[in-house]
C-alpha cells in the first residue's frame, strides 16, 4: 500500500480564531464527518490546509500545531460542559457513525446536542451582556 498525500486542516470560526487542527487523506468527507458528531461544529466559518506528501509527515504537522498553535477544541482543549448539560450518552457517537446502530441512537444523540447547544448559546448571550454592560471610558 502506497502511501497516500494527506492534509493538515485548520478550523476557525468568524473572529479567526483557531478552533480545531486535524489531519486527513479527504478532508472534505471529514468534515462531513465533524458536522454530524462535534457540536461546536456551528462555529466553524473557515478552513485551511495543508497538503503533505504522506500521512507520517501530516501526523507530525499535524501534532506540532496542535502543541503550539493550542486550538480551541483539540485534546485536552474541550471545554467543560455547561451547567445543567450532562455528558455525552455513552454509544451515542459510535451509534451514528455505525449506520445500522444509527436508529437505536438518533433521538437520544440529537436530544442531548440540542440540549448542549441551547447551554452553550445561553453562556454566549450571558457574556455578551456582561460585556455590555461594563461601563465605557
Known amino acids: 500500500m502506497t502511501d497516500r ?3 493538515v486542516y485548520r478550523l476557525f470560526n468568524a473572529a479567526g480564531d483557531l478552533l480545531y487542527v486535524g489531519s486527513s487523506c479527504d478532508p472534505t468527507r471529514r468534515w462531513r464527518e465533524h458536522r454530524k ?3 461546536w461544529w456551528r462555529e466553524v466559518e473557515r478552513h485551511d490546509r495543508e497538503w503533505f506528501a504522506s ?3 501530516a501526523r507530525y504537522a499535524e ?3 496542535i502543541d503550539t498553535e ?3 477544541y483539540n485534546k485536552g482543549g474541550l471545554p467543560t460542559l455547561p451547567p445543567g448539560v450532562p455528558p455525552q450518552p455513552w454509544g ?3 451509534g451514528y457513525q455505525c449506520r445500522e446502530l444509527r436508529p437505536a441512537f438518533r433521538r ?3 436530544m442531548w446536542r440540542l440540549h448542549l447547544q441551547d447551554a452553550l448559546e445561553t453562556q454566549r448571550e450571558e457574556q455578551e451582556r456582561k460585556q455590555d454592560e461594563r461601563p465605557q471610558r
Open 5 to 7: 498525500p494527506t492534509a
Open 70 to 72: 493550542n486550538p480551541r
Open 63 to 65: 501534532n506540532f500545531a
Open 37 to 39: 458528531e462535534m457540536f
Open 108 to 110: 437520544e444523540w440529537f
Open 55 to 57: 500521512a507520517e509527515l
Open 92 to 94: 451515542t457517537r459510535i
